[in-house]
């Protein structure tokens, strides 16, 4: 499966999440870590689901990007 994960850059470094596995998050000080870290989130999540017997979510989150003009 292939989940969307949103990384936001905050004042101390980055934080990322996956909207289709709320609670599935990671904190870092570069985008590289918190890339690393997510992808190790997403495998202990998805595990703890199996494990626990709760169904697994269809990845459904997409990404789209639009362009707006630039104000000078």
Known sequence: MRYAIIVERSETGYGAYVP???????????APEVLALIREAVAFHVDSMRESGEPIPVPSSRVEYIEVPQVA
């Open 20 to 30: 289709d596995l709320p609670g599935c998050v990671a904190v870092a000080e570069t």
